[in-house]
């Protein structure tokens, strides 16, 4: 069932500070709000395998941490009492980590990755650890390790990924908050599979440590030029206050960002009036199913009429990017490593992640693909000049079966497994903040995408661009979802 208007009005204002206030004022324990997350879990998870690895017992002693500094009347934090989720490639320290792959089926860090570090210290409940696809390799939800998950608005098809997990789990309204991280679209675009607001900020803009790339965890290396991590909710006000949270530097990641921007509340839309709006329903080579582009199209037609902005058709004229940013990640990787280990333990290392292991990639490979990247940052740098914002579909197509890397097909024709996720790479490789905003659903009933790319640095512009979006769309529940009681 779907939210009416009026329930979806008041979503998009945001659930987790509601929560988070009412627990430091003393209306509701963190404790009550775990239960009921909980609770959730219990009903929904067995069929739609969001998480991995739950920590019931550790979430429920930060719950009484909580409780008990409210009690004392000491400060708890922007978060306090808000049950998160976190993806399985973010380390968590004493929780288990597994990068989604049977090479690390036990593995249990010994320290939390700055964002889990961050959220802890602002009162977050971590309640578990979200399915992922091995390391990151490839935009969907299954490996050798976990149940495959689904997606809540069809529990037979994909949620996308490589967030998949946590896509799922704000979907279902299981959490109202779940951290991804994005190499080349995967929080985007299981947000757009799944209906839910899934930001990828600047490159640097939340650190990325340890992550996958800690000379203690030999053989796996982040995509350490086109990773991002990001917040994944339901409403944008939630996503701005997780940022709020989560950005700033570390001496942990060399290329985190200072804390320029201090005022992450969401900019009304007059903020906006008159913006530069460009859309392109396939920047110029991508297959696109028929759905998607009507519904992206007149959502970017809409949201100009209502901000009063110029839209036109057009884009960077970028080409079809897939094969150098391919080698950008094998570049990334430590493929020897990796290899290493799957020989030692025995394990055939298989999909997007054997081949790329398997294949032997030359050094003029990589200085071309590098050379490539350069390109494609110096058009888009130059395109965005003459334009604010660039709007396109998250994904070619929507949500396809479970198991497979892509669609078969899209609007009949034959398509390579990759060929749907034709738009998230640009933001990677570029290292701009984007993000997709759910903007309806197919004649099937599964939810549509469309991005949102800002200029450099221009973080807070996309969240105001999306709130924008959002007022005109507003969030839904799909009819798995139980019920929300988070405290108002």
Partial sequence: MTTTNDDAGRTAAGTIAPIAAAVRAGRVS?????????????????????????????????????????????????????????????????????????????????????VVERLRAAGAVIVGKTNTSEFGYGAFGHNALFPTTRNPWHLERTSGGSSAGSAAAVAANLVPLAIGSDGGGSVRVPAALCGIYGIKPSWGRVPVYPGCRDERHPGISSWESLEHIGPMTRTVADAALALSVLVGPTSRDRASLPAEVTDWAVRPPAALRGVRLAYSADLGHATVDSELRAATAAAATRLADALGATLVHAHPGIGDIGAAFETIVALDTDRVGIERMAREQGIVLEGWLGRLVERAWSADEFTAATME?????????????????????????????????????????AVGGTAWLAFSALGNFTGLPAASVAVGRTSEGLPIGLQIMGRHLDDVGVLALSAALEALYPPELPPCAVERSWPE
């Fill in 373 to 413: 990247r350069k390109r494609v940052v110096n058009r888009t740098w130059r395109f965005m000049e003459d334009h604010d914002f660039l709007l396109t579909p998250t994904t070619g197509s929507a949500a396809f079966d479970l198991g497979r890397e892509g669609p078969a097909t899209i609007d009949g024709r």
């Fill in 30 to 114: 963190a404790e009550a709000v775990l239960d009921d997350a909980l609770a959730r879990i219990a009903a929904v998870d067995g069929r739609l395998h969001a998480f991995c690895t739950l920590d019931e017992a550790g979430a429920r002693e930060a719950a009484r941490t909580v409780d008990a500094a409210v009690r004392r009347g000491e400060p708890v934090g922007a978060l306090a009492g808000v049950p998160v989720a976190i993806k399985d490639l973010v380390c968590t320290r004493g929780l288990r980590t597994t990068f989604g792959s049977r090479l690390y089926a036990r593995h249990v860090p010994d320290e939390d990755d700055v």
